[in-house]
């Protein structure tokens, strides 16, 4: 990343709705003739988004919804068949769809998925990748690649970060569905929920992580992902050092004082 200052200001999203509310920023989905299958176009604009909240400060939480009564289909199989898509968006091309997964992993602020429907294949690289993922009751999660011929590459790096080693691997080697239940007992999601209670769930969790230390919540979960690769004995010397830096940050600084003073904190 640059110093680049991004704008949403006269930029046409085509595929996924923009929506900044209360250092909320909602990405939502918007291909729902198309079972919101993730397209290049989809891809770039959701990456650009991603880019755009890190850099915001304002911007607290990141919620990823969708339009229509499928969350996302996966990958747009025309597309990826080499099938020339037309688009009439204007936003600036920053990624690929592995781009997706990582732009989550490293946004460094929470992010939740409001799943309200089926989800499928490649939009596991989302599922998997947010720090947070609820879901509506009845909802059913696959990976359905090896019926088409095809292995989800690509999701196994962040599939096998949150599911369990054998579940994990039976779900992609056979392709089969799993409800909300077995998805959340296996940790795919934190939680499901009657789809009639969806949103206030979604806007309540919102709502309360954007009201946590903006600046130590970035650096804590920055430290989440570099610790992820690290050997247990380099951790904990770099966790160490990070939690010097936290200790010294604003935040830290405003939340001691807000206990001792015994009023709420307010973070800048």
Known sequence: MNDEQLSLEGLFFEAVEIEETDHVLTIRLNRPERKNAISPTMAAEIIYALDYAKQERRVRVVVLAA?????????????????????????????????????????????????????????LLFLCNVTHAIAAEGVKFSAPEIKRGIWPFMVMGGLFRVMPQRAALDFIMRGNPINSEQAQRWGLINEAVPAEALDKHVTDLATELASLAPGSMSMGLAAYAAQDGMDFDDALPYLREQLNACLKSPDAKEGIGAFLEKREPKWD
């Open 67 to 123: 339009n229509g009564d499928i969350f996302c289909a996966g990958g747009d199989l025309a597309a990826m068949s080499g099938k020339a898509i037309e688009t009439r968006s204007t936003v600036p091309v920053r990624g690929d769809l592995d781009d997706i997964a990582l732009r989550f992993r490293h946004l460094n602020k929470p992010s939740i998925a409001r799943v309200h429907g089926n989800l499928y294949a490649g939009a």
